[in-house]
């Protein structure tokens, strides 16, 4: 069905109808991307897709009868099961977590528009059917695991409120358990308030008739951490695209990721930290093993305002390409208005160590093992920082992909 289409024949099944004000801003919104009304001039968002092509999908949403869950597992580990986007209300001494309601709009309206230009955040907004408000409760200790399921066909749109309180200490997991033939359009707007600390793992493998276009926008406030960690095993489509703004003194961020593709495959990343205030320090890594005749492009970006002075900014894309058919595309950016900085970017992106290969054979280990050996060995500096059972998850989703090379 054509974007038109969607728009027109699925109008009551959005979320906030009754608002008048969201109802003129979606028409707003659909009249820009019919009329391709975007800067085209490094606008990532349009990069190595149609315009034509994203809008062609059959919207489908009808959440089921199945219901999520919240399970505590001790006094600071939770289980959240977001079905079809929705969650089960729920409020204790340590979280809140709660559905979208028609009071939110406001919310919803004056979110950070840092992505005015960006396509996937616009067509999220147009067909917006799914929301979710998580507040995490000041001085909590927590591990939460927020699993997603969503079922055949399904299409979300989803907008995403998590607000960490002052000195909280969370690591937040999110795993992405999606069925046959899903679009997960979803949204986070993160606020991490002062002295907060976060871990934000990120986990996605499913199958190659799913898409997900995964965007989050993290806000850091004085002396805040926010480290987050992207690891994508998908045979589908996915599109991570993350930005933090560090908006108070001593505020970090870390956006790392790593992807590991094959056959057909393609994904797309962008990181992008913003400098607002001094003595910050920021981190964008990403990782890239790929095969076959896959694809990917990684854009990151480090803007440094005048009033960030004491900066510190790191960029790095590293990428092994084990065909001549694949390929790998990696753009830093840097732009620093501030004179005491130490900012640096680099980027490799090649075949297999060929001296490395040669040594490890040389040794009686078969070409497929020593790849093996090879690739584990390149990431697995970004495991060291991880609890045990996303290591295992890690090692267990490493290995299927390991298996699946061509043996010698």
Do not use: W
């Not at 974007?3 to 109802?23: A, G, M, R």
């Not at 396509?119 to 929301?131: A, C, E, K, R, Y």
């Not at 992106?349 to 390149?378: C, H, T, W």
């Amino acid at each position: 069905m054509t974007f038109e289409n969607n728009f027109i024949n699925h109008s009551k099944e959005y979320i906030f109808l009754d608002n008048e004000t969201i109802l003129n801003q979606r028409e707003k919104v659909f009249k820009k991307i019919i009329q391709k009304n975007y800067d085209k001039k490094n606008n990532e968002s349009l990069k190595n897709i149609t315009i034509s092509e994203l809008g062609k999908f059959n919207y489908f949403y009808k959440p089921q009868k199945e219901d999520p869950t919240i399970s505590l597992i001790d006094n600071s580990n939770y289980e959240i099961r977001v079905i079809n986007g929705i969650c089960k209300n729920y409020e204790d001494d340590n979280i809140e977590i709660r559905n979208f309601t028609n009071l939110d709009f406001k919310r919803f309206l004056n979110q950070d528009k840092n992505n005015f230009d960006d396509i996937i955040i616009d067509i999220n907004n147009v067909f917006l059917n799914s929301g979710i408000f998580f507040n995490i409760k000041s001085e909590s200790r927590l591990n939460i695991r927020l699993i997603h399921d969503t079922s055949d066909n399904f299409t979300i749109f989803q907008n995403n409120f998590i607000n960490f309180k002052k000195n909280c200490e969370v690591q937040l997991e999110d795993h992405f358990h999606l069925k046959h033939n899903s679009i997960n359009n979803i949204n986070y707007n993160i606020e991490v308030e002062e002295d907060a600390i976060i871990k934000h793992n990120i986990f996605q493998n499913f199958s190659n008739s799913n898409k997900l276009y995964l965007t989050s926008n993290t806000v850091c406030k004085k002396n805040s951490s926010y480290n987050q960690n992207t690891y994508n095993f998908s045979a589908g489509f996915v599109r991570n695209f993350h930005h933090a703004h560090l908006n108070g003194e001593f505020a970090n961020a870390s956006l790392k990721g790593c992807f590991f593709l094959k056959d057909d495959n393609a994904c797309t990343n962008k990181t992008n930290i913003i400098h607002n205030a001094e003595n910050c320090v920021s981190n964008q890594t990403y990782k890239g093993i790929l095969n076959n005749h896959s694809n990917a492009n990684y854009y990151s970006n480090t803007f440094v305002s005048e009033n960030a002075q004491k900066t510190e900014g790191y960029q790095l894309s590293k990428g092994i390409l084990l065909t001549d058919n694949c390929s790998f595309f990696s753009k830093p950016e840097l732009r620093i208005f501030a004179d005491d900085v130490k900012c640096s970017h680099g980027s490799t992106i090649g075949p297999v160590d060929e001296s490395a290969l040669y040594y490890l054979r040389s040794r009686g280990i078969n070409k497929n093992q020593a790849m093996k050996m090879i690739i584990s060995s390149f990431i697995e500096e970004d495991l060291k920082n991880l609890d045990s059972e996303s290591a295992k998850i890690i090692s267990n989703n490493l290995s299927d992909y390991l298996n699946s090379l061509v043996n010698d």
